[in-house]
C-alpha cells in the first residue's frame, strides 16, 4: 500500500497533510490524466494505477471506460499501455466478484454484464479488441483473449453477431490455437468455445478455417485421452461444431477425421482399467460425444449411413466395443459406451451384424448381446445401465428383420435344443419375474422384436411356456392376458403387458383372432375401460386397455363369433359410450410421460417411476388414434357408417397397399435403369477397347510378316555369299588368311542379325497371342454386358407391364367404391335397427358368457430350466 501510495503521489502530484482524496476522487484524477497528459508515461502510469485500483474500485473505473477506449485508438504502438487498459477493461466487465469488492454494497451480482452492455453499444469497441489478438506481443495477446472471453460469456449473441460481421474476425481468433505459447493456446480455447456455442454460421466458417486439424494435433501432442484439460477443451470444441450441425458433420466425415479418432479409443482389454484417472474418463466421455454427434438420430439420415459407415471401416465401431469388455470401466463411461454404441449401430445393417458377432472374452463365450441383456434384467444394476442397454438392444432391432427373426426363434427353442443361455430365454424369464422393472424392460424389448414385421407377430403365436409340471402348456399370448388380468400386478407390468400386446396385434389379424378366441378378455377390456378411478396412474391403464380394445376393432377379421367387429363396436356404444371411450382413449396422449417419451429414441429419465412409454409405442398411438376413433365412431349413426366405412378402409387399405407396391417397383425401375446406363455405357467402353485390340492385332501381325521377310532375305543373302566366295577367282578375293578372316566376321554378323530377328518374331508372337487371349475375354465381356443389357430392358419391360396391371386393377377398386356406396345411398330406406330389448338381451348374453369364462384363475409363473452360471463377466456387469 505504500508503494501504491507513493505511486499516486507521483502521478497526481504532492497532497496537503491529513487532505487524502478518496477513492474514486482518486479514479476520477487517474482517468483525467489518462484522457489530458501528452506525454506517454504519463499516460502509462496512470493506465497503470488505473489497473491496480479496477478491483476494489470496479463501478469508478468503469465510468471511465471511455478513457481506456482512447488509448486504445491512439497508443496502438506502445503494447505495455495497451496491455494496462486491456487488464482494466477485463476486470470492470469480469462476470465474477472479486474479493476486494466484497464489502462494497453498490456492487451488483451482475455489475459486470451491465459494462459489458456498456461496452458492446459500439460495435467498433470489440472490433479494437479483436485487432489486438494480431499483436503478438504476449501482455497484449493474453489480456484481449481474457478480455472477449468476459465479453462473451455476459452477451454471447451480442458479440457473436458483432464478430461475424468484422472482417476476418473469426480468423484472428482461429490463428491463436497455433501459438507456440501454451496460456495463450489454452485461454483461445475457452474463447472459441465460448463462441461457438449455438451459432452455426460461426461454426462453419470455424470449421472451415481448419479448425479440425488443428484440434486433433493438439490432442495428439498433449497425449490424446491420457492428456490433461487442454485434451477435454480441444474435444468439447469439436463437439460444439459437430452437433446439430449436418454442414460440419459431412466436412468431418469428408476430411477423414474419423479415421484420425479411433487410436484415440483403443484400450486393451487384458488390463484392469479400475486406477484409470478422473481426466481420462473425462477425455474418454468427451470423445465419445463426439462419435454420437456424428450419427445422433435427429441429423439428417444420409449424414448418418455415410458416418456409420465411415466409423465401422476405420475400425472405431470394434474400439469402441471394446470398451464395453474391459475390466474395471468406471459406470459413467460404460453407460456413454453403451449409448454410443447404439446410435452407431441403429438402423445400419452391416454394424448391427458386427455387433451381434461380438463375443465376450469369457468363460463361457457370451455374445455381447446376451451379456447387456443379462445386465439389463437385473435389477441390482444401476437403473441408467438398464436404459443404456435397452436402447442399445432397441437399436440393435431397429429396421432389423434378420435380429428380430433371430430373437423369435430362441423363444421357439426348446431347453433340449441348447442348453446355452439366449436372449429369448432371458426376456421371457424377466417378462414373468417378480421385479415390475424387469417386465417392463422385457415387455419394450420384446415389443422391438416385432415392430413392421408381420411374419414374426405370427411366429410368437407358436410360442409355447410350461407353467409348472403338472399344467397343460398355454402360449405366451394367453399367459401375458392371464399376468395383466391378476390382482397383484403392477402398475409398471400393466403398461408394459399392454404396450407389447398393442404392437403384437396391430396390423395383424391372426393376432387378433387368437386374442378375440382367449375367455375373458373383452370382459377384462371393458371393465377397465369402463372404471371409475382416478389418478394419473389409473387413467394411463384405462387409456391403453382402450388403445388395445380399438386395435381388436380395427384389424378384426370377423372370424370369431360373438367378437365381430360390429359386436364390440355396439358393446362399447351401449355399455361404455363414444364419449367415454373417446375421453379414455385420450387420456395416453394427455399423460406427461407420452410428450417426453415420443420425443427421441433414447430413454432419458431421473427416477424409476418416469419409465412408462416406450418411443416407438408412442409413435404407433399416434398412428392409430385417429383411425381407430373414426372407425368406433362411425357406428354411431346405427350401423350403417360403419359398413361404408369398413369398405371405405379396406378399399383404402388396398390402394394404399398398390400405391406402396407401385413406389416400390418405382424404386426398382429407376435403379434398374440406372444399371442399363451404366451397363452400356461399360460396354461402350469394352467396345472401344476390343476396337483397340483389333487394330493393335493386325499391327502386331503385319510386323511380323515383315521380319520373317527380312528374316528370309538375310538367309538368302548369307547362301548366296557363301557360294560366291565359293566359286570366285582367287586373284579376286583377298589373301588366304584375311580371306577366312573377313568370311567368318560377315557370317558372324550374319547370324547376329537372324538371332535379332527370330527373337523380335518370338516377342511378337508372344505378344500376338496375348491380345489375341485379351481380345477373347473383351469378347466375352462384351457378350456378358450385352446380356445384362437385354435382361435389364426385359425385367424394365415386366415391371412396366406390372405397373400397368397394377394401375388398372386400382382403377377398378375405385369403381367399385363407386359401386358400393351408390348401392348404400339406394339402401337407406331399409331399416337397420333392430329391437332395442332384443339387442339388450343380446349383449347381455354375450358379456355374462365372457364374464363366466374371465373369472380369475390361479396362474404361476413359467419356469425354465436355465443353467447355473457363475462366472465372472467382463465389463463390471452382475449377472
Not at 483473449?145 to 458483432?162: F, G, M, S, W
Not at 477425421?257 to 479409443?265: D, N
Not at 441348447?418 to 415387455?443: E, H, K, M, V, Y
Not at 485379351?774 to 415386366?798: C, F, H, I, W
Request: with cysteine.
Amino acid at each position: 500500500m505504500n508503494f501504491l501510495k507513493s505511486g499516486l503521489q507521483t502521478v497526481l502530484g504532492s497532497q496537503q497533510p491529513n487532505q487524502a482524496p478518496s477513492g474514486a476522487e482518486t479514479v476520477e484524477l487517474l482517468v483525467e490524466r489518462v484522457t489530458s497528459s501528452t506525454l506517454l508515461d504519463d499516460r502509462r502510469d496512470a493506465c497503470r494505477a488505473l489497473k491496480a485500483l479496477s478491483k476494489k474500485y470496479r463501478i469508478e473505473v468503469g465510468i471511465g471506460m471511455n478513457a481506456m477506449l482512447q488509448v486504445l485508438e491512439t497508443d496502438r504502438t506502445d503494447c505495455e499501455i495497451i496491455g494496462y487498459c486491456l487488464d482494466t477493461l477485463c476486470h470492470v466487465t469480469s462476470p465474477e466478484q472479486f474479493d476486494e469488492e466484497q464489502d462494497n454494497p453498490n456492487v451488483t451480482a451482475n455489475i459486470g454484464e451491465q459494462f459489458t452492455e456498456i461496452f458492446i453499444k459500439n460495435s467498433d469497441n470489440v472490433c479494437l479488441v479483436l485487432g489486438c489478438l494480431e499483436e503478438y506481443d504476449f501482455r497484449v495477446r493474453w489480456a484481449a483473449i481474457k478480455l472477449l472471453t468476459n465479453l462473451l460469456a455476459n452477451r454471447p449473441k451480442e458479440i457473436q453477431e458483432i464478430v461475424l460481421v468484422s472482417p476476418m474476425g473469426v480468423s484472428k481468433m482461429m490463428d491463436l490455437l497455433i501459438d507456440s505459447r501454451e496460456v495463450i493456446r489454452n485461454d483461445a480455447l475457452l474463447l472459441m468455445i465460448q463462441l461457438t456455442k449455438g451459432n452455426g454460421n460461426i461454426q462453419k466458417i470455424v470449421a472451415f478455417e481448419n479448425a479440425f486439424d488443428r484440434l486433433l494435433d493438439v490432442i495428439k501432442e498433449e497425449g490424446c485421452s491420457d492428456g490433461g484439460i487442454v485434451v477435454e477443451d480441444c474435444l468439447i470444441l469439436m463437439l460444439n461444431l459437430l452437433k446439430n450441425n449436418p454442414s460440419n458433420q459431412q466436412f468431418f466425415k469428408e476430411g477423414s477425421y474419423i479415421q484420425r479418432l479411433a487410436p484415440m479409443l483403443e484400450l486393451s482389454t487384458d488390463q484392469d482399467q479400475a486406477g484409470m484417472s478422473p481426466q481420462k474418463v473425462s477425455n474418454l466421455h468427451c470423445m465419445l460425444q463426439v462419435v454420437r454427434a456424428l450419427v445422433c438420430p435427429s441429423n439428417p439420415q444420409q449424414v448418418i449411413s455415410s458416418c456409420q459407415k465411415a466409423i465401422r471401416s476405420s475400425g472405431l465401431l470394434s474400439a469402441i466395443c471394446n470398451i464395453i469388455m474391459a475390466s474395471g470401466v468406471p459406470p459413467d463411461l460404460l453407460i456413454e459406451t453403451i449409448n454410443t454404441i447404439a446410435e452407431v449401430i441403429r438402423g445400419d445393417g452391416q454394424n448391427q451384424d458386427y455387433f451381434n458377432s461380438f463375443v465376450a472374452p469369457c468363460d463361457p463365450p457370451l455374445s455381447a448381446i446376451v451379456l447387456l441383456l443379462m445386465s439389463m434384467v437385473n435389477e441390482k444394476q444401476p437403473l441408467s445401465l438398464r436404459c443404456a442397454v435397452l436402447y442399445c438392444f432397441q437399436s440393435y432391432l431397429y429396421r432389423n428383420e434378420s435380429g428380430q427373426t433371430s430373437l423369435v426363434k430362441t423363444l421357439l427353442q426348446s431347453s433340449e435344443q441348447s442348453t446355452a443361455i439366449t436372449s429369448g430365454q432371458l426376456l421371457c424369464r424377466s417378462l414373468f419375474s417378480t421385479d415390475p422393472l424387469s417386465n417392463w424392460f422385457a415387455a419394450v424389448s420384446m415389443s422391438h422384436a416385432l415392430l413392421e414385421n408381420p411374419a414374426q407377430k405370427e411366429q410368437l403365436l407358436r410360442v409355447v411356456l410350461a407353467t409348472s409340471h403338472t399344467s397343460k402348456p398355454v402360449s405366451l399370448l394367453e399367459q401375458c392376458n392371464q399376468l395383466l388380468q391378476q390382482a397383484h400386478c403392477k402398475f409398471q407390468s400393466k403398461v408394459g403387458l399392454l404396450m407389447l400386446l398393442s404392437v403384437w396385434l396391430s396390423h395383424c389379424q391372426l393376432a387378433v383372432r387368437t386374442f378375440l378366441s382367449i375367455p375373458g378378455t373383452v370382459a377384462y377390456l371393458t371393465g377397465q375401460i369402463s372404471a371409475n378411478e382416478h389418478g394419473d396412474n389409473e387413467y394411463l391403464v384405462q387409456g391403453l386397455c382402450a388403445f388395445l380394445m380399438g386395435i381388436c376393432i380395427q384389424f378384426n377379421d370377423n372370424s370369431v363369433q360373438e367378437h365381430q367387429r360390429e359386436f364390440l363396436c355396439q358393446l362399447l356404444v351401449k355399455r361404455i359410450g363414444l364419449d367415454t371411450y373417446n375421453k379414455k382413449l385420450g387420456e395416453v396422449s394427455k399423460h406427461e410421460n407420452y410428450s417426453k417419451s415420443a420425443k427421441q429414441p433414447q430413454i432419458r429419465i431421473a427416477a424409476t417411476t418416469d419409465l412408462l412409454l416406450d418411443y416407438e409405442f408412442c409413435r404407433l398411438f399416434k398412428a392409430l388414434e385417429a383411425v381407430i376413433t373414426k372407425t368406433v365412431n362411425g357406428f354411431s349413426s346405427g350401423g350403417e357408417n360403419i359398413t361404408e366405412l369398413t369398405l371405405s378402409q379396406e378399399a383404402s387399405g388396398l390402394v394404399a397397399q398398390y400405391k406402396d407396391i407401385i413406389r416400390e417397383q418405382d424404386a426398382r425401375l429407376q435403379s434398374l435403369q440406372q444399371q442399363l446406363a451404366h451397363t452400356e455405357a461399360k460396354l461402350h467402353e469394352l467396345t472401344g477397347a476390343l476396337d483397340q485390340s483389333h487394330t493393335s492385332n493386325r499391327q502386331l501381325q503385319d510386323q511380323n510378316i515383315l521380319l520373317k521377310a527380312q528374316l528370309q532375305a538375310a538367309s538368302d543373302l548369307r547362301q548366296q555369299t557363301l557360294s560366291s566366295s565359293a566359286s570366285s577367282p582367287l586373284h579376286l578375293l583377298p589373301a588366304q588368311g584375311d580371306r577366312q578372316e573377313a568370311l567368318e566376321k560377315w557370317l558372324s554378323l550374319l547370324t547376329l542379325e537372324q538371332q535379332t530377328d527370330r527373337s523380335k518374331i518370338a516377342y511378337y508372337e508372344s505378344e500376338n497371342s496375348r491380345l489375341l487371349s485379351e481380345l477373347e475375354q473383351l469378347r466375352m465381356r462384351v457378350a456378358a454386358a450385352e446380356s445384362k443389357a437385354n435382361e435389364s430392358g426385359t425385367e424394365l419391360d415386366k415391371l412396366r407391364k406390372d405397373q400397368e396391371d397394377l394401375l388398372e386393377l386400382l382403377t377398378d377398386q375405385e369403381s367399385k367404391m363407386q359401386r358400393y356406396r351408390m348401392e348404400l345411398k339406394r339402401a337407406t330406406g331399409q331399416s337397420f335397427d333392430e329391437d332395442d330389448d332384443d339387442e339388450d338381451d343380446e349383449l347381455r348374453a354375450i358379456e355374462a358368457n365372457d364374464g363366466e369364462s374371465g373369472k380369475e384363475t390361479d396362474s404361476t409363473n413359467p419356469t425354465t430350466t436355465t443353467t447355473n452360471t457363475s462366472s465372472n463377466y467382463p465389463g463390471g456387469f452382475v449377472c
